[in-house]
């Protein structure tokens, strides 16, 4: 079982607004990351730390974090976010840990 | 640009022991990163499997610790997965990263490798 916690699975309509939450305890302590998955395709970071977009990451895009809970907001989904999205932390031990997923429908 | 790749066989036997190597290009695997193993298996999610630093500390997923090994080979600039023992479970498409940190500490996997499917199999 993951020490971090996402809802299996989420949906959207299209141009609305969206938030994929992430649950561990270690979050009290870690930062978290987030990374979208398409089929077929490596993950890829949308953001870090204190709400840091890499380069090429639309501005819909947005992360924030409260005691042992992240958030991944996506402000006007489009049809392209459509994805897994995996959450990223640390675990009590301070070893790395992924989130179990989020499946991202936008309909 | 900071490139990964994997490589290695595709399938291994059960009980026989998965080796990967990660290419890495455009940066040297002396700079001040960790580089990381992750696994998906069939339909699931990410694994985070181990990491390696280029002093050679490394850090592993506490229930793989005993059949893991991660190294790292500056003259090659490359780093490499041994998982031993392995069974069905193991079955998956692996994935190397590059773990990066800012000043504040906040650490990312922001470089992916297209990943590798290992198939374990009689």
């Known amino acids: 079982s993951s020490e971090l916690t996402q809802d299996p699975t989420v949906s959207v309509s299209l141009g609305q607004t969206v938030r994929i939450t992430c649950q561990g305890a270690g979050l009290r302590t870690y930062s978290a990351s987030w990374y979208q998955q398409k089929p077929r395709q490596a993950p890829l970071l949308v953001i870090y730390g204190r709400n840091i977009r890499p380069s090429g990451i639309p501005d819909r895009f947005s992360g924030s974090r409260s005691g042992d809970t992240a958030s991944l907001t996506i402000t006007g989904a489009q049809a392209e976010d459509e994805a897994d999205y995996y959450c990223?932390?640390?675990?009590?031990?301070?070893?790395?840990?992924f989130g179990g997923g989020t499946k991202l429908t936008v309909l | 640009q900071v490139q990964l790749q994997e490589s290695g066989p595709g399938l291994v036997k059960p009980s026989g022991t998965l080796s990967l190597t990660c290419d890495v290009s455009?940066?040297?695997?002396?700079?001040?990163?960790?580089w990381t193993w992750v696994r998906q298996a069939p339909g699931k999610g990410l694994e985070w499997i181990g990491e390696?630093?280029?002093?050679?500390?490394?850090n592993y997923k506490a229930s793989l610790k005993s059949r893991v090994t991660i190294s790292v080979d500056k003259s090659k600039n490359q780093f490499s997965l041994s998982l031993t023992s392995v069974t069905a479970a193991d079955t998956a498409l692996y994935f190397c990263a590059r773990d990066s940190v800012t000043e504040a500490g906040w650490w990312y996997f922001d470089v992916w490798g297209p990943g590798t499917l290992v198939a374990v199999s009689s």
């Open positions: 455009g940066v040297s695997i002396s700079s001040p990163n960790w």
């Open positions: 990223c932390s640390r675990d009590t031990a301070g070893f790395q840990v």
């Open positions: 390696v630093h280029h002093t050679e500390i490394t």
